[in-house]
């Protein structure tokens, strides 16, 4: 069987970005870039002036987790986005890689909408951490986006039934992808959209239970990287998302979102979320979590809103597998063993070199290429369990040499 690579693209640079990153070690920022260069860019000298985030114009390091990669990672001055030693942006499948995306996960549309569709998305193995605590079978998914969360979630046996999102290329993302068992390209804010959602999992169902509703609002009003406009309609896109929840009554309600929902109207946004779930006799947790201790090659906090029924044996915020510093925890069975973050070099070591505005939507992939487990368990050569317990056969190998 022929192995393919997917959307192993780079972006184009200016003359004067690439100036820019020809000057920026790795680890490096806006801050090592010369006086001359900085005197031919506007943004350049206003950051210098103002001050900046120290991932603006950064570039990675092999041997720690990436930054955020957000939706504008085919733009040098809005995160560490440059690759750790070529001289050029990180490529969409290594953005996707990042992410935790496998790589028989392939993005479709414009390179605009890709970028979009792995930027927004929850990383898969994020989703999978929290619904390894949960229990059932049988999830729909409302503002689905590319299906970051679903993919998470089927890693642990749960089926998609529906995945609902807005925009036209989302959807075409998820149906190529089999995300769902069914793709509804549709506006949640219409009361003749939740109808139908509802006559068509109830007909799936055959008169039994949902197991969970999953979903991640649009959080273009609550993310410091946006407006924090609090008459923004798109943070009054839970109100849907909660109606559907109040009919079919599932025993789990899951919702994802920046951590800036913490802080809206100073925590009443949230407080009200949590007061219409409780409302429908659930149990609510909130928890901020941190996508590395998961196994994402990436920094990233995602805030998690979960709702559960009374009784329900629920493990929420899932145990951390990952860490910085310490190779333990201690949990009431004594230590566990953690393993060491998932770096850049373990994501996207393997991937052939480019040059800015080069590669190929689809090439041909050489398993001889591949030198780290997170690249076997990204080329579906490993589950995810086989990659964690091998991660830590190799710890504790160490440890007795």
Excluded at 253 to 277: A, R, S, T, Y
Excluded at 290 to 304: H, I, L, N, S, T
Aim: aromatic share 10%.
């Amino acid at each position: 069987m022929t192995n393919y690579l997917f959307n192993h693209q780079t972006p184009t640079l200016s003359k004067l970005d690439m100036e820019m990153v020809r000057n920026i070690p790795p680890g490096g920022n806006w801050k090592n870039i010369p006086d001359e260069v900085v005197a031919k860019s506007k943004r350049l000298q206003g950051i210098r002036k103002t001050g900046g985030r120290t991932t603006y114009y950064g570039r990675l390091v092999w041997d720690r987790p990436s930054y955020t990669i957000n939706t504008y990672f085919n733009r040098p001055g809005n995160g560490c986005f440059i690759h750790p030693n070529q001289n050029r942006l990180i490529s969409i499948r290594e953005g996707a890689r990042l992410q935790s995306f496998p790589d028989s996960f392939r993005f479709y549309g414009s390179k605009k909408s890709q970028y979009k569709q792995i930027g927004n998305a929850v990383p898969p193995l994020l989703a999978r951490a929290i619904a390894s605590g949960l229990k059932g079978r049988k999830f729909i998914d409302l503002f689905a986006g590319a299906g970051g969360l679903a993919e998470g979630f089927k890693m642990t046996g749960f089926e998609c039934l529906l995945a609902v999102d807005f925009d036209p290329k989302m959807c075409e993302v998820q149906r190529k992808n089999h995300v769902a068992k069914r793709v509804m390209e549709a506006d949640l804010s219409k009361d003749n959209i939740i109808k139908e959602i509802y006559e068509l999992v109830e007909n799936d169902l055959g008169g039994k239970s949902l197991d969970a509703i999953i979903g991640g609002p649009p959080c273009q009003g609550f993310s410091t990287a946006g407006w924090w406009d609090h008459n923004d309609p798109r943070n009054n896109l839970f109100k849907p998302f909660l109606e559907v929840v109040s009919m079919l009554l599932p025993r789990y309600v899951l919702i994802e979102n920046v951590p800036g929902i913490q802080w809206v109207l100073k925590g009443k946004f949230l407080e009200k979320i949590k007061q219409l779930l409780r409302e429908m006799d659930y149990v609510v947790e909130v928890k901020k979590l941190k996508a590395e201790e998961y196994g994402v090659p990436q920094r990233r906090r995602r805030v998690f809103i979960l709702g559960y029924r009374k009784g329900e044996d629920v493990h929420f915020p899932p145990e951390p597998l990952f860490s910085e510093n310490n190779r333990y925890r201690f949990s009431s069975e004594g230590p566990v063993l953690l393993s060491p973050l998932s770096t850049v070099k373990d994501a996207i070591s393997d991937l052939p070199p480019l040059k800015p505005k080069e590669g190929s939507e689809v090439t041909i992939y050489d398993d001889s290429w591949i030198d780290t487990d997170f690249q076997r368990w990204s080329r579906n050569l490993l589950s995810f369990e086989e990659y964690h317990k091998r991660l830590n056969h190799a710890i504790l190998e160490s440890t007795k040499n």
